[in-house]
């Protein structure tokens, strides 16, 4: 049965929860009593179903033939299930997603190291009470005026102000 297969997948209701927004925790909590009553339906249904006992209807139906007929046409009888074509495109999609937070966790390990050296610097510095101005402009270089290129007050370009 393709429901038992679909079935398999479980959800981690929990680790859902953590991510949804609290303006959206009513539609989470509708979706998740959805999803466990039809699991729950899904559950109490028999794996295979109960065969038919086609020797009953013989000698109950009056009509010779019927049943014996029925019983064919209830044998070629084919249902189709619905073919699987969306879970080739999801894993494409998942893949593509677990490459681009990879990424995206080596980005953000590389700018932890500069953000925890940046921090390093400030903790080892003067205290601002006990700066100078040149130890302002070593130890924050963007701070420094250029005189020379802007020898006017406020030796900066305004659209760097």
Do not use: C
């Not at 539609?27 to 466990?36: E, Q, Y």
């Not at 700018?111 to 400030?122: A, G, S, T, W």
């Amino acid at each position: 049965m393709a429901g038992r297969r679909v079935a398999l997948k479980a959800i981690d209701w929990v680790a859902f929860a953590e991510r949804v927004p609290p303006n959206q925790r009513g539609m989470f909590n509708a979706l998740k009593t959805r999803s466990d009553a039809i699991g729950a339906k899904l559950r109490s249904l028999p794996e295979v179903p109960a065969a038919i006992d086609w020797s009953h209807y013989r000698s109950a139906v009056a009509k010779a033939g019927m049943v014996d007929e029925f019983e064919k046409k209830f044998k070629a009888l084919k249902i189709p299930e619905p073919v699987d074509t969306q879970t080739s495109a999801i894993t494409a999609q998942e893949a593509e997603a677990n490459k681009s937070a990879s990424v995206y966790i080596e980005e953000s390990k590389a700018r932890i190291v500069q953000y925890e050296q940046e921090l390093d610097k400030f903790k080892n510095m003067i205290p601002f009470d006990q700066m100078t101005i040149e130890d302002l402009n070593n130890t924050f270089p963007e701070t420094t005026l250029d005189k020379v290129k802007y020898p006017y007050w406020p030796h900066k370009p305004i659209a760097d102000l």
